[in-house]
């Protein structure tokens, strides 16, 4: 019963940013972890980043560390993912999941509610 819904996705240019929304309605939102994936043409839906239920705690994948930083609003029911120093390979359909409290960040089947995603296309 929690309904997600990304936006913020676009195109820009290498090495421009991009920040992504994802809101959150239907459920206490400060109940659940609030995590990105993304999809490029042809691969599977891969982990990008996870935030935990109070926003104490963040891990992301190697290939956007240092680059990519997420975070969360509680109240406004939100978490962003604040994109910078974007490469042609970011490009992909970006997707906002939603798990309890005990999810595995990246383990995609722990994951209760998907938002239907939101473009992000990176030109060289």
């Known amino acids: 019963q929690v309904q997600l819904e990304e936006s913020g996705g676009g195109l820009v240019q290498a090495g421009g940013s991009l920040r992504l929304s994802c809101a959150a309605s239907g459920r206490t939102f400060s109940s659940y972890h609030m995590d990105w994936f993304r999809q490029a043409p042809g691969k599977e839906r891969e982990f990008v980043a996870a935030?935990?239920?109070?926003?104490?705690?963040?891990a992301y994948a190697n290939s956007v560390k240092g680059r990519f930083t997420i975070s969360r609003d509680n109240a406004k029911n939100t978490v962003y993912l604040q994109m910078n120093s974007l490469k042609p390979e970011d490009t992909a359909v970006y997707y906002c999941?939603?798990?309890?409290?005990?999810?595995?960040?990246?383990?995609?089947?722990?994951?209760?509610?998907w938002g239907q995603g939101t473009q992000v296309t990176v030109s060289s």
């Open positions: 999941a939603a798990g309890p409290r005990s999810v595995r960040a990246g383990v995609k089947a722990e994951y209760d509610y």
């Open positions: 935030i935990s239920w109070t926003g104490g705690s963040t």
